[in-house]
């Protein structure tokens, strides 16, 4: 069940909320209990062999983690570390089957020039956000962060209908708490910022996201079909997919956020304005921010930990800012970081196009911080440095999140060359006959660049005013969650009133008959593009 379809809008929404509270005010348990019906109902609405296939993992590995406790309790430290480890992996290979093995059996005929075939395997929604949060909850057991926990609460937190998807992806001491002290009765001020947020992502989806993606996949296709593509349409697909992406992802977390905020519980956010970043890192610290810290965690941290304790058993340096040697940086740093981003790209998608994505950005990640590294000996004004280098840091940041984009949304990488071999001017330059008639003074020199007459059923124009458009809200727009930062919709980032002056005061959120206005129309207008052709991206994750 999408929700930016009719059946969850109008329908599930609103019965489960409404059951939720009646139940609640006579009895808590019974509410609990209901919004883990309400979830699993949720879960099967597509396919009820999604409940079938999902569930034995559930439960075994809640007995995992019970067993996790109980060695925790009675200290017994290698039995502990061997049901950890058992529990990794049994999810690891749980995953790998289902979203993995007919990719493995591709890689293997590829190599091998073999042409084994496997079954169509069936793949359960959200298989990876879940996987991610079980295999959380079994290390934080096993490191003492949960100390005790019920079947009911283990299926209450796995299963929870707003993130169940796509994330967020949460912590269990993040969210339990906050349903054991919830009063699961009606709050007026915490339904009206959940609807708010609600009807403000679902706007994102499907008016923005939606309104963007036919044009933006018929690029995309033609490059799929061994189309050259020109420059411009290249750089039009890679920017217009960045922020197709965005707003459908984003809007998705709003979503979900303030789904959750009606009963009774604030999750982490997912989203701070990513492409306002000026370095790849401080995009990783805005884009799919649950993401990021699970994979710095419990990927990164460990790793690069481990690295750190055998360089220093043999003597040898480790990170140590200015002074960091070249061995240290490439062994502790950079190692560690192409392996989490190449697992955070095959965690989006089995597909070379995907682990060159995570490739890439472990590339770019590295440079930033030898950069840092670097700069911070040479060029210790921090001061000067930020005024001279920060605008070109953001443009060269946008640029290298746009050009890895073209890998995550093509099919295949001879697609995704096509396109990137566009956007470096390897198939010229074209533009629509009508474009090119009205250039003026400018026709003479793109006569000189030798531009081409774009075929007419790619739309220029409408694709042009879309990106201005899109590009407008996420660079200049104070985001969803600073518009409702007087209500604090969500945790995990600093959400202080951006502006203390002037116009954009005015766009923070506050019970008023203006707000009113902006809201209802907001949702009219969502409401009105339901039920077009529409997907949400990250789902297939």
Sequence with gaps: MLFNSYEFVFLFLPITAIAFYGLGSRSK??????????????????????????????????????????????QKT??????????????????????????????VNDVAGTSYVLEHIILPL????????????????????????????????????????????????EVMPQFHAAPCRFDASAAGVGLTLF????????????????????IYADAAGGHPITMVYAWMAAIGFTLQIYFDFSGYSDMAVGIARLFGVTLPANFNSPLRASSIIDFWLRWHLT??????????????????????????????GRN????????VLMLPTLFTMCISGLWHGAGYTFIFW??????????????????????PDRQRYDFLLNPASFVLTFIAVVGAMVFFKSNSMKSAWNVFAGMIDRHGIAMPAATLAHLGHFAGLAKTLSVQIAPPDLQFVPLACWIAGLLAVAWFCPNTLQILS?????????????????PALHLIWRPSFVWLIAVTVTTIVAVLHLGGVSEFLYWQF
């Design 29 to 74: 348990s019974l509410a609990i209990g209901w919004l883990i019906l309400a979830s699993l109902a949720f879960y099967a609405w597509w396919r009820p062999l999604n409940v079938a296939l999902i569930a034995p993992s559930i439960l075994i590995n809640y007995g995992l983690s019970r067993l996790l406790l109980r060695y925790a309790a009675e």
């Design 291 to 320: 993401l990021t810290r699970f994979l710095t965690a419990y990927i990164y941290n460990p790793l690069s930990l481990w690295l750190t304790r055998r360089r220093m058993a043999k003597g040898l340096r480790g990170v140590g």
């Design 486 to 502: 007087a209500a604090t919709p969500a945790t995990g980032v600093d959400l202080k009133q951006p502006y203390k002056h002037g």
């Design 126 to 173: 959200g298989i990876s956000f879940i996987t991610f949060q079980k295999i959380a909850f079994l290390v934080d057991v096993a490191a003492g962060r949960i100390k005790e926990f019920t079947l009911r609460d283990y299926c209450l937190f796995v299963l929870f209908f707003p993130q169940l998807i796509a994330g967020p992806i949460v912590h269990y001491r």
């Design 78 to 107: 290698r039995a502990a570390r061997a049901v950890l480890i058992a529990g990794i992996a049994f999810n690891v290979m749980f995953l790998g089957y289902f979203k993995y093995a007919n990719f493995m059996v591709s890689a």
């Design 199 to 218: 009807f403000a992502g679902l706007f994102k989806k499907v008016v923005l996201a939606d309104g963007i993606s036919p044009m933006v996949s018929a």
């Design 358 to 379: 995570g490739f890439l950005h472990g590339i770019f990640l590295s440079i930033n911080h030898l950069w840092i590294l670097l700069t911070r000996r040479y060029w």
């Design 324 to 331: 960091t040697p070249p061995g240290a940086f490439v062994t």
